[in-house]
């Protein structure tokens, strides 16, 4: 198999991708369980990262809705994939350095999206399956996680009202173990195929595969070792939002909320849909925090959260399809493309170490400052 130079390019950007993606949403599997002290912070990001390795040899049929079902292939060339992933993994850096867990599956679909707009217009994008793949999908499942995780958390505290606390406490502790590595499992298996499609679409447009062919073994390996790698650098920020900043979540509330995220991302992942696991964990995180009697849920985090979900697509469409056109214009525009991204990404890396977030000080959240009479 020979590889072209922007093939090459493409592929190594999408495994950078995937680093971002893992460290991303490294919370969506262990937040809850870091916050409740289930699991160590650098143990619970070693369990999630060894999972999601795991996870991605599981299933494939997220990564042939991305690499067949979403865009034309006839249509596009690999320097359209590496402008939409340009608008993917700057999204990611900008709303990891904002603490903010947004999608990483949205972001990639959007730059994607919108290079695959600017380059090859509407009829490029299969827009129905868009629909029913992507968006209905979007609505739905953090509702629906949000509520088996409000009503399973309801019916814990119901059953053990009467149980001696610290045994429930410690049973739940350990049932968390189990939930939160179920989610990282499942993160794993839904997250790491979308970069497998991406990097297969890549090859098919490249007239490296035949079309509608499934990621081959090498590319699932390396999938899954970029996004286990970048779960283990652990998303501290983002970790410290989800655990911290929605409500203070106690055990029977995180295994509800695992339990509930888990089964959501399992099913979806076998039936093709490309989920945002940020979106179910979130929506499981709140309705467990609602589910909760007296609990104090933060809705004004939440309405901040929401505000970045509907901005993930738009904003990482805009870029996409703006370094389309700057990569449409030869090789030297498709440089400075990867330019400003090594230079974006570094700038905002070097904005995250002035107020450093690690394993040491997740829990810790900033108390605001009185206001000044």
Known sequence: ????????????????FDFTNGFHDTANAMATSVATGALRPRVAVLVAGALNLV?????????????????NEARITPVVIFAG??????????????????????????????????AA??????????????????????????????IGTYLGYRITARADRDTTHRGFKAGQIVSASMVALA???????????????????????????????????????????????GGWRIIRTLGKRISEIHTMQGFAAETSAATVILVSSHL??????????????????????????HWGVAGQMVLAWLLTMPAAAAVGAAAA????????GTAIVALVLIA?????YAASRRHPVTPDNVNDVPVPAPAAA
């Open 1 to 16: 198999m020979e590889l072209s130079l922007i093939v090459i390019v493409v592929v190594v950007t999408a495994l950078a």
């Open 55 to 71: 996870g991605a040899f599981l299933s494939v049929e997220v990564a042939k809705t991305i690499s067949s079902g979403l865009v």
């Open 85 to 118: 992933l340009v608008g993917a993994i700057l999204w990611n850096l900008v709303t990891w350095l904002a603490g903010l867990p947004s999608s990483s599956s949205h972001a990639l679909l959007g730059g994607l999206l919108g290079a695959t707009l600017v």
């Open 121 to 150: 217009g509407p009829g490029a994008v299969h827009f129905s399956a868009v629909l029913t793949k992507i968006l209905l999908p979007a609505v739905i499942s953090p509702i629906l996680a949000g509520v088996v995780a409000l």
């Open 187 to 233: 993160h794993g298996t839904n997250d790491a195929q979308k970069t497998m499609g991406i990097i297969t679409l890549t090859l098919i447009t490249a007239g490296v595969l035949a079309p509608n062919s499934g990621p081959p073994f090498w590319v699932i390996l390396s999938s899954g070792l970029a996004i286990a790698l970048g779960t283990y650098a």
């Open 272 to 297: 093709g849909f490309p989920l945002s696991t940020t979106q179910v964990a979130t929506g499981a995180i709140f309705g467990a925090g609602a589910g909760r009697r007296l609990a104090a849920v």
């Open 325 to 332: 056109w700057l990569a449409a214009t030869g090789p030297v």
């Open 344 to 348: 974006a990404a570094a700038g905002i």
